[in-house]
Every structure is written in C-alpha cells, then in structure tokens.
C-alpha cells in the first residue's frame, strides 16, 4: 500500500526570501513564478517556495566552462 502521508516541504520561503536567497529581484522570482518555471506552493493567497526548489533552479541553470579541447573537437567538425 502506497503511504499517502504528507511529506515535510523542509524550509518555506517567501517571494523575496527567495529572491535573496538567489542573489536576485523579487520581480525576477515573481515572473519564474507567473511563467512557472519554478516550483512553488499556494497557501491562501499567499505564495510559498521551498528551499530545495529554489536550490535546485539555480542548480539547473549551471553552465559548464568549455575547454580548449572542447573548442577544437567542434571546430574539427566545421572544417
């Protein structure tokens, strides 16, 4: 039987607890939220976000530096 308990969303946020959190504008952490490219929670009228979810948007945003053999295998393929 699956457990159908609720889980603990760990430490909740506000919008601009959230924006500091991310170094960032609470109008920036206001349109991820209207655009839904952050995972939030409604309570009320209010907006919540989680720590792990804001943790794991920066997360998904990293970029990886390119190498120098990383630029010459592509210009390998222009040639």
Known sequence: MADTSP??????????????????????????????????????????LTTVDVDAHITAGRVEPLTASDVWSGMRSVI
Do not use: C, K, W
């Open 7 to 48: 889980r603990p969303l760990g430490d909740v946020l506000t919008v601009e607890q959230a924006a500091d959190r991310m170094n960032m504008s609470v109008r920036y952490v206001r349109r991820l939220i209207a655009t839904r490219r952050i995972a939030f929670h409604r309570i009320g009228r209010s907006v919540r």
